[in-house]
């Protein structure tokens, strides 16, 4: 079992950056990878970005590429997601997700509330 705990939301103003924080605890060993999702109210949660915890390999939302960049500290179990220009339709719960080595997503964090306004 894999804990995941994010930190980092808050409110900005358009245009503006945040950055999320996703620690991770347990069985980390099994993991390929971590993402970061999205749920904005009255909507389905969506995925933002992955990265994969041997090699670093990146894929985002179409949504977010070029403004978002994650990375992770594989000595920390902790993965980022650094987000620029920033945009009212940004506005959700962010939550981070670990994926097994069968590529199932296998936990989730609690979230972090990230509200832009205008």
């Known amino acids: 079992q894999v804990r995941l705990v994010e930190s980092g939301g808050g409110v900005v103003q358009t245009g503006g950056s945040l950055k999320l924080s996703c620690a991770a605890s347990?069985?980390?060993?099994?993991?390929?990878?971590m993402d970061w999702w999205r749920q904005a109210p009255g909507k389905e949660r969506e995925f933002i970005a992955a990265?994969?915890?041997?090699?670093?390999?990146?894929s985002y939302a179409d949504s977010v590429r070029g403004r978002f960049a994650i990375s992770r500290d594989n000595a920390k179990n902790t993965v980022y997601l650094q987000m620029h220009n920033l945009k009212p339709e940004d506005t959700a719960v962010y939550y981070c997700?670990?994926?097994?080595?069968?590529?199932?997503?296998?936990?989730w964090g609690q979230g972090t509330q990230v509200t832009v306004s205008s």
């Open positions: 997700a670990v994926r097994a080595v069968s590529g199932s997503v296998v936990s």
């Open positions: 347990g069985r980390t060993d099994s993991t390929r990878a």
């Open positions: 990265v994969t915890l041997k090699g670093g390999s990146t």
